[in-house]
């Protein structure tokens, strides 16, 4: 079965530093796998997302993300952090299945801290 | 692009009464979309996989006679929650897919509800 697990419950950095927010995955076949925010009260919003290609995937406000297919992970990095990247951070793995509609499996979610 | 709408966002009611949340994708056609249910701090729950002209795929332990599903066009899917009780308060975000893309899902801003 497909999965995904977030290590960290939250993450702080120092505002300018940069910041990293892990994620490993579990699949059969090939992952689709994303990254989104999530502010207060609000919504998620799609960051950025691995099909195929370049392992290296750039995504919205400055944030990267890097799939290593030997360690089965797709950390979110950013080189300078914000005060205002300070939000809840998911990780999901596309359900391979076909008969599966598509659905997303999320982590548990990492609550990324930026302080002055 | 790729924008969904909720409505309402916020909503009160009181117990044993029905609500009914819309989810509307504004720029987009969407033959399928999600029904998330989220806990404060915590993951997004699938409740259920909302297809246009047919029924939906509840998850396992989602009653689908308490939550309610309708998809009766491409922009809107509709989830009613019946004889809602205190249990049921909780953040409720749905989610579209592009027609003919099975890749990103796009997310609605959420609709809080408290019953009293």
């Known amino acids: 079965a497909q999965s995904v697990a977030q290590p960290e419950d939250q993450v702080n950095v120092a505002e300018g530093n940069p910041l990293t927010v892990k994620c490993t995955y579990s699949?059969?076949?090939?992952?689709?796998l994303f990254w989104y925010v999530q502010y207060p009260n609000r919504g998620l919003q799609f960051l950025l997302k691995?099909?195929?290609?370049?392992?290296l995937v750039k995504g919205s406000y400055g944030f990267e993300a890097e799939f290593n297919k030997s360690q089965t992970s797709f950390h979110l990095k950013k080189p300078s952090a914000l005060v205002s990247d300070s939000a809840l951070y998911f990780c999901?793995?596309?359900?391979?299945?076909?008969?599966?509609?598509?659905?997303?499996?999320f982590g548990q979610g990492t609550e990324l801290s930026v302080k002055p | 692009g790729a924008v969904v709408s909720q409505h309402p966002s916020r909503v009160i009611c009181k117990s044993g009464t029905s609500v009914k949340i819309e989810c509307r994708s504004l720029?987009?056609?969407?033959?399928?979309m999600f029904w998330y249910r989220q806990f404060p701090k915590k993951s997004l729950m699938l409740m259920a996989t909302?297809?246009?002209?047919?029924?939906?795929?509840?998850e396992q332990g989602v009653e689908k006679d308490k939550f309610l599903i309708n998809h009766a066009s491409l922009t809107l899917s509709t989830l009613t929650v019946t004889s809602a009780h205190p249990e049921d308060s909780s953040f409720y975000i749905c989610?579209?897919?592009?027609?003919?893309?099975?890749?990103?899902?796009?997310f609605g801003p959420g609709t809080r509800l408290l019953v009293l």
């Open positions: 989610s579209a897919r592009v027609a003919g893309n099975q890749e990103t899902q796009y």
């Open positions: 699949v059969s076949g090939n992952p689709y």
């Open positions: 691995y099909i195929t290609g370049d392992n």
């Open positions: 999901a793995v596309r359900d391979a299945g076909y008969n599966q509609g598509g659905k997303l499996i």
């Open positions: 720029d987009f056609q969407a033959t399928t």
């Open positions: 909302s297809n246009e002209g047919s029924k939906a795929t509840y």
